[in-house]
């Protein structure tokens, strides 16, 4: 890591599948523009939706898909690290793991439900969960209107 993996130049990044996955992406241009580590992490149906709503077609496996994004914002490779929805190693699946926020943007109200009851099925899931233990910002990007009341709900946990 090009910042010998500092706390506060380190963040962590979901795109879920909802939509508005431009957003997503965008945010990461710009967090790859300035000298910090990304953690990326990108749901299944995130890729879908990008396939969908972009005319970008995001590869499947982590490594290539680095590849891909450094090309794609031309930025230095030791910047950004991507991990696939089941990859229970990354950093961000442990508390000891050094990064300073957690955004998920888009964030499916699928994803905020699992956050706000503590389920972990996904690397997502977790990385918010272990945000949220260790007492670190997470901010969560809901797309999705109207609003139930359910999803209120579900956002009032984090308030």
């Known amino acids: 890591m090009n910042n010998g993996g500092k706390q506060e130049d380190t963040l962590a990044l979901a795109i879920t599948g909802a939509s508005g996955v431009?957003?997503?992406?965008?945010?990461?241009?710009?967090?790859?523009?300035?000298?910090?580590?990304?953690?990326?992490?990108?749901?299944?149906?995130?890729?879908?939706?990008?396939g969908l709503e972009t005319d970008w077609e995001l590869p499947a496996r982590p490594a290539e898909m680095r590849r891909w994004l450094l090309q794609r914002f031309g930025s230095p490779p030791g910047e950004l690290h991507v991990f696939g929805q089941d990859q229970w190693t990354a950093p961000v699946a442990s508390g000891s793991a050094?990064?300073?926020?957690?955004v998920v943007c888009p964030c499916s109200?699928?994803?905020?439900?699992?956050?706000?009851?503590?389920?972990?099925?996904?690397l997502i899931e977790r990385a918010a969960d272990?945000?949220?233990?260790?007492?670190?910002?997470?901010?969560?990007?809901?797309?999705?209107?109207?609003?139930?009341?359910?999803?209120?709900?579900n956002m009032l946990l984090f308030y």
């Open 130 to 153: 272990v945000t949220l233990k260790e007492g670190r910002q997470l901010v969560m990007v809901v797309r999705e209107t109207p609003l139930s009341a359910i999803h209120l709900e």
């Open 98 to 102: 050094r990064f300073r926020a957690l």
């Open 22 to 50: 431009q957003y997503g992406l965008r945010l990461l241009e710009c967090l790859l523009s300035e000298p910090r580590t990304v953690y990326l992490m990108l749901s299944r149906p995130a890729r879908v939706v990008a």
């Open 109 to 122: 109200t699928s994803t905020l439900s699992a956050v706000a009851t503590g389920a972990s099925n996904t």
